[in-house]
């Protein structure tokens, strides 16, 4: 019963890295005002902080893998706790940066990491459809944030 409980935390890990990841570019283009225009290189300034987030993660990734895979996916889902806090409540650029680069390292940490644990645990036939809802759960998160930002925004 302990690996049906870690696999379903593990999996609802996903949704909760697409919403954190998506949330934070939406705050940075909701937070801006709205009189000045951005170019594109502003706006692209979160996926690419998010990115390099996850590049140095790599760095990080074999000293975690000497620790144990569910203490390092439980960081990891600390991280993404914080980094929706920080979004939630932060009005300066400085912590947009923070937020988006946390989320990115965090989300960096988590693939391999889930995909490590399923080599342990599973068949290489179930693998792949592990794999296929590793992604489509991402996927579903980063949608669930959109329309949660779409309604909390909506001016009457």
């Known amino acids: 019963h302990f690996q049906v409980v870690v696999i379903s935390s593990v999996l609802l890990l996903q949704v909760v890295s697409g919403f954190s990841r998506m949330l934070t570019q939406l705050n940075f283009l909701l937070v801006s005002p709205p009189s000045a225009p951005m170019s594109a290189s502003l706006m692209s300034l979160p996926l690419h902080m998010q990115l390099l987030g996850s590049l ?31 979004v939630i409540f932060t009005e300066i650029s400085w912590m947009f940066r ?59």
């Open 56 to 86: 140095s993660s790599t760095l990080v990734l074999p000293l975690l893998l000497h620790w144990s895979r569910i203490k390092s996916l439980s960081v990891c889902c600390l991280l993404f706790i914080v980094t929706s806090i920080l």
């Open 98 to 156: 923070l937020t988006e680069f946390m989320s990115g390292f965090a989300s960096g940490l988590t693939l391999p990491l889930m995909h490590i644990y399923s080599s342990e645990v599973f068949t290489p036939k179930r693998r792949t459809k592990f794999a296929l809802v590793i992604s489509f759960l991402h996927t579903l998160g980063e949608m669930i944030a959109a329309v949660v930002g779409y309604f909390f925004t909506i001016e009457v």
